[in-house]
């Protein structure tokens, strides 16, 4: 395209001109970046000057910084004092007591007592990622539902919870004994292997994780389906992904749940995928009948100015103190009891060799059904859910 009648040498003097400009705009940012970080007192007349000339650009850069300022207190932990998070708690409590339905939201945070690290605290998997570090964690499969969730199953019992949506895939809702139509596994279950070929689907549960084959976009765990011989994959939502099995996900009851909710109870969870979803915060409704919120996280959320409180603390010191608060009894965790001993499809004659990840066992000396290699609890973590596929955000893509 013609440049509006120009010769070549007026276009390049108009180019050069351009560059002089940015650059001179350049050199008076560093400057006036360089004045402000100066207390007002040591400025001199002449750099006092040249603030007062550059406005627009004062104005900018102390706005940048504010948003530096704000990014960083969200990445804070803060912990409320024991006396306000007593205080916080018997207000929680008594939501719990008159809530018509409740319905319990649940991230990362509440499996970092089973020594499962979080994705977004400080020394989270997607934090570390971020930063370029490497990540490696305890044996996952070591790893038994905690305080909180035991509490939850027993306020569920108790009818208190009416349903339990969950981002974690760590299994341990399901190993805390809460019924599987009360829980919603958004982003699928490590424990549970799927044939899609078989109407309805057929569906494995193990006493292994069976996602060490699988990762973005690549779900087929190796194993074949005992009834028609289809691949078997595993439930797996990564980043980037969307989930379209019905079980584990049960988006329908998660949904239907938010619709009835009159209570809200979001426990170790950033809420950053969470917020995405706007069947789970009733955004259709007038704000006047949305759901009360209620949060328990030691960072900021995206909906911390939406909840009716906010509760800084770790979420087995928050539930221990709320189940004290109901006069309710935690259960304690047994390997004996654990569901999915019940619920597990064993391996058929063949199929020993085809996993190397430690098994679960009723009791820990035990070795489990197949069982290989030594623990991995200080190995990089490589494939599965919780390697691969955490920092790849590539475009929506329908899981097959
Ligand atoms: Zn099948």
Known sequence: MAAGGLSRSERKAAERVRRLREEQQRERLRQVSRILRKAATERSAEEGRLLAESEDLVTELQGRS????????????????????????????????????????????????ASIPDYRGPNGVWTLLQKGRSVSAADLSEAEPTLTHMSIARLHEQKLVQHVVSQNCDGLHLRSGLPRSAMSELHGNMYIEVCTACTPNREYVRVFDVTERTALHRHQTGRTCHKCG??????????????????????EAATQAASKADT??????????????????????????????????????PKDDWAALKLHGKCDDVMQLLMDELGLEIPRYSRWQDPIFSLATPLRAGEEGSHSRKSLCRSREEPGPGDRGAPLSSAPILGGWFGRGCTKRT??????
């Not at 300022?69 to 024991?82: A, H, M």
């Not at 475009?395 to 097959?400: C, E, G, Q, S």
């Open 66 to 113: 504010r948003r530096r300022e704000g990014l960083k207190r969200r990445q804070e932990e803060v912990c409320d004092d024991p006396e306000e998070l007593r205080r916080k708690v018997r207000e929680l409590a008594s939501a719990v007591r008159n809530a018509k339905y409740l319905v319990v939201y649940t991230g990362a945070g509440i499996s970092t007592a």
């Open 395 to 400: 475009k929506r893509k329908k899981v097959t």
């Open 264 to 301: 809200i109870l979001c426990l170790g969870s950033s809420l950053k995928v969470l917020k995405k979803y706007p069947h789970l915060w009733c955004m259709t409704k007038p704000p006047s009948r949305r759901p009360k919120l209620y949060i328990v996280n030691l960072q900021w959320t």
């Open 230 to 251: 289809g691949q078997l994959r595993d439930t797996i939502v990564h980043f980037g992904e969307r989930g379209t099995l019905g079980q584990p996900l049960n988006w």
